[in-house]
């Protein structure tokens, strides 16, 4: 480190001025870079984890909401909703639902069997097989009302 004057006087250390500036363009290229990762997984809409988690921050809660659910019909017109046990590795895979309408009917007949078995019913006992799209609202009291249903698929298992 060599001191040297500055114009007015005061001594300053070339060596730590050159540090300083070195740490200054480290810091900035680091932040520089931060963001430009964070923009671009944000506008790619990759959800990386720790970068993003905006889905889990981006959903507007409001008292309305929407779901799916798997409806067995016996022959007699006795329905009975599908809910899957949480003790079984079948039980995790609700989230297929939505996607059901567009599989083959193959791929259809083989996910309901399998899911019915899972329930604990027999796929012979059961006539038909319905995915309902049930939207409810919150009422005053706190309470979900069922506001409007929707059959998405029919299939016999």
């Known amino acids: ?3 040297t004057r500055t114009g007015d006087g005061r001594a300053a250390a070339v060596g730590d001025e050159r540090d300083d500036a070195h740490e200054s363009r480290i810091a900035r290229r680091v932040t520089i870079g931060t963001i ?3 923009l671009l997984v944000a506008l790619v809409q990759l959800e990386l984890w720790p970068l993003t988690a ?3 921050f981006s959903t507007v809660r409001t008292g309305d909401s929407a779901g799916l659910q798997l409806v067995a019909i016996a022959p ?3 329905q009975q909703p599908l809910r899957l046990p949480g003790d079984q590795v079948l039980s995790t895979t609700g989230h297929q639902y939505p996607d059901l309408p ?4 193959a791929v259809q007949r083989a996910k309901v069997r399998a899911w019915l078995v899972a329930c604990g019913i027999d796929p012979a006992d059961v006539a038909k097989v319905e995915l309902v799209r049930t939207s409810r609202s919150a009422h005053a009291s706190g309470t979900p009302q069922v506001t409007a249903t929707k059959v998405l698929l029919e299939m016999t298992p």
């Open 54 to 56: 905006f889905r889990l």
């Open 102 to 105: 567009h599989e083959s009917a």
């Open 36 to 38: 430009v990762v964070l």
């Open 76 to 78: 007699d017109g006795t």
């Open 1 to 3: 480190m060599v001191a």
